[in-house]
Every structure is written in structure tokens, then in C-alpha cells.
């Protein structure tokens, strides 16, 4: 039980450095800016797209905790969005979207005639710490006034901050979030991801390169032994992916490669999409061109090979 420390009884200041690796790409539609609470730590990372997205989102998993996915426009691919909000704190940390949305609102003059289009999903990130921070109005509202363009942090940073890999057998250890980036002609395809797995993540040679991690041997495995031990934790896990192409595509393909993508993600990710995870995928295009020697099986394609490589850059071998 996490008691005593909380946002209720700390002040906390919103920390927007960090001294992890940054991917660093072409695609200037999309604004990244992350914030965290080094009291929990914690954090959360927005997304915002200045000139508005259509997106459509893909929720797996048992335990999924998430903001304005059950829209029936989202469902069907034709969502319009200003932002994503990925964010720590479970069902807690949703109410880092509030600070999204009022920094929207104070963007338009404050006027209601239209309200901000903001969609959420968030990590439950308080195994390996005790405390109950959380990212809250504050926390969100400052990463979406940091957000820039062309850069994104990796590793235990952002909604990343506390992610923790492989808790479902043997021993965790610390995930983070990942990136990958394409362009092919004129079209562009950035993968982004937080890592939060019950599973471990595989490498291209379906070796286990990151939790499972056994220290009596040193070794990363699966025990099957260890499926039936109580002792093993296996609450709070979610990945949270967002891919995003400039590619003009209609409704029913970004529905379509929203599932694609996600169910590709179960080779760098095993086991995925349990009934202790969260699994979130949102697909989105800017809608800016409209390249004719690429179609939306092209695209699948290669955001499914970014998205391993995203999982892939989320750790960081020295933690």
C-alpha cells in the first residue's frame, strides 16, 4: 500500500530536462513534450498536432485505462484530435489531460465554441516505488507548453519515467520509451511507444534482451515454474504505442493498420496483450500527402518494423 506521500501532501515542480537519448526525425506536424515529477518519479508525454490529426485506436489487453477511446468516430478511423496525452499514475494520471485541455483552451482565446479534442491513455507505474505521485493538471499542462518539434526522449523518461518490464515471471526490470522513424519519398512514419509490459521484450533474434532477469543465473528466461507462484507480480502493465504518417488514408485503413500494427507488436513484446495489460495503439495521419507508390499494406508494413524498433530503444542497457 503506498501511503503517506502523494500530490495532496507535496509540493511538487514539474522537471522538463532529462539527459536520456533523443530520436531525432523530420516531421514537424507532430509536437512532443514531456514532464515529470522526480518525487515519484513519474511523467507524462503529449503529443500535439498543431494543425489537427485523424486517427483511430486499437484497445487490447484486460486493463486498459484511457480517455475518449470509446469514441464511436475513433472506433471507425475518423477522429479528429489536437493531442495524445501518454501519462503514469493509472486512472490517476488522467487527470494530466485537464492541463492539455485547458492549455488548449487558453490557445483559442478561450472560446467554447469548439472544445479540445484529446485523447489519453496512461501506465500504471507505481510498482518499484512508495508513493502514490501521480501526473496531475500541472504536470501535463507544462509538457504540452515544452512540446517541440523533431525530437523525442527515450528510455525512463516522460510516461516512461517508472515503466518496468517482464513483471509476469522472474524479475523486472526498467522499461521506458522508445521511437522509430522512416520516410520514404514523401511519406513519413514515426512510431512512438511507452513500455510498461508484463511480458519481456525480444529482440530480432527472439532472444529475450530485456526483463525475465534471473540473478541466480544471470540469465533472462521464461520460468514457467514461476506461472503459478502468487509472489510474482503481475498487476499494472500496458504499452502504449502512437503511430503517425503524413499519408493521406482513409477511415478504414487507419482502423485497419491500427490493428495491424498492435497485433505485429506481440514479436517484440512476450507475452502480449494479457489480461493484465492495458494495451493501447493509436493510429493517426496528418493527412498531408498523397504518395502513389505506397499503399496502406506498405504502410502496415513498415510501421509494424518500426514499431519492434521502437520497443527496442525503450530501455537502456545501464539501468
Known sequence: MHVGKSNDSLSLEPDTKTNKANLEYDFSAIMVGVAEYKEGPTGCTVLYFPETVRAAVDVRGGSPST????????????????????????????????????????????????????????????????????????????????AQVNKFPMGATGAGRSAKVGKGYNHWETGGQGAAFQQIGPTKIVVFTVVNSMGAIVGRDGSIVRGYYDIHTNTRHMNLNHLMDDSVKKLGNTTLTVVVTNQKLPAVSLRQLSKQIHTSMARAIYPFHTIDDGDVLFMASTNEVDNANLNAGHIGLIASELAWDAVLSSFEINN
Open 67 to 146: 480517455f475518449t477511446t470509446d469514441n464511436h468516430n475513433f472506433s471507425a478511423g475518423e477522429r479528429i484530435l489536437d493531442a495524445i496525452c501518454l501519462t503514469g499514475g493509472s486512472v490517476h494520471g488522467l487527470e494530466a489531460v485537464t492541463g492539455v485541455t485547458s492549455e488548449l483552451l487558453a490557445q483559442s482565446g478561450y472560446s467554447t465554441n469548439s472544445m479540445p479534442r484529446v485523447a489519453a491513455a496512461t501506465i500504471y507505474d507505481f510498482v518499484g516505488r512508495d508513493n502514490a505521485i501521480y501526473p496531475d493538471k500541472q504536470l501535463g499542462s507544462v509538457a504540452f507548453l515544452n
